[in-house]
């Protein structure tokens, strides 16, 4: 979004994501992939460990 100044991503970059939205994503195919390390464990309360597993990095 050129008039934010945020030329967009780019592959090895990281970002924040709730945990609702990684769910939505996730029921709708496009889950993206997650640092466990960096995820907080009130993440459970939204999304199933063995799911999150999946896309791990």
Request: glycine content about 8%; hydrophobic content about 45%; aromatic content about 12%.
């Amino acid at each position: 979004m050129p008039q934010y100044g945020f030329a967009g991503l780019k592959a090895g970059d990281q970002w924040c994501l709730c945990a609702s939205r990684w769910q939505e994503a996730f029921e709708a195919g496009h889950a993206p992939r997650v640092n466990l390390r960096a995820t907080h464990v009130r993440t459970l309360e939204f999304v199933d460990l063995a799911d999150l597993e999946k896309f791990a990095v």
